[in-house]
């Protein structure tokens, strides 16, 4: 199974669900699969911006004593980002609508996770 | 009632909440209740340096016109943290164990915001 088919999986299985990506902690999509065209998000550049927020955490989380990062989840009025760790280098990113399914959003991430991580 | 009220009503109906509070963007906690010492984290040192970050998703989401943002949630292997906005300067912040009720946590911030809004 490629990344594309574990991405195209999540986007199906999850309600309201807009696009789902495999990306380095650099900001570059691995690959994307997107549900439809989200005309009025700019999702590649909101992904970039929060690899780099993601990024941060993470480096908080050393010095914090928190323990590792494992997921991270920004919800504002148009839509709804799920992040789930993948390996050091590289995470999982879900675009929901407002109103998309938040729950089974983070629960196929979680599944999905290890699946991705065996192929890299 | 006061902020310290509503802390409390959040940590007693949340399983797994560890500590409540209401605080500014400059990461300085208004009221906080701890339901018991959490020896091996720093909440508010952690609070703090998350504080930062949601000020730069704040930013982040002028730019990248996703709309306001309503909620953040940082997990990681020892914490689950959870903050919602109560207003432009204020956000309430629950931390959770690793094994608490997440959904339950993001109902009973979403349900005390506003009243800790009606008070600011």
């Excluded at 696009?19 to 650099?26: E, N, P, R």
Aim: include cysteine; aromatic fraction near 6%; charge should be negative.
């Amino acid at each position: 199974m490629s990344f594309l088919s574990h991405l195209e999986s999540v986007v199906s299985q999850v309600d309201g669900a807009l696009a789902c990506s495999v990306m380095g902690f650099d900001g570059i999509a691995v690959e994307t699969h997107h549900k439809a065209p989200t005309a009025d998000l700019d999702l590649s550049t909101i992904w970039i911006e929060y690899a780099n927020i993601l990024t941060q955490v993470k480096t908080a989380a050393e010095l914090l004593k928190t323990g590792a990062v494992t997921e991270l989840s920004i919800n504002s009025e148009k839509v709804i980002t799920l992040m789930r760790m993948v390996s050091p280098e590289y995470f999982l990113v879900l675009a929901l609508s407002p109103t998309g399914n938040y729950g089974k959003g983070r629960y196929v991430l979680r599944m999905t996770a290890p699946k991705v991580k065996a192929e890299l």
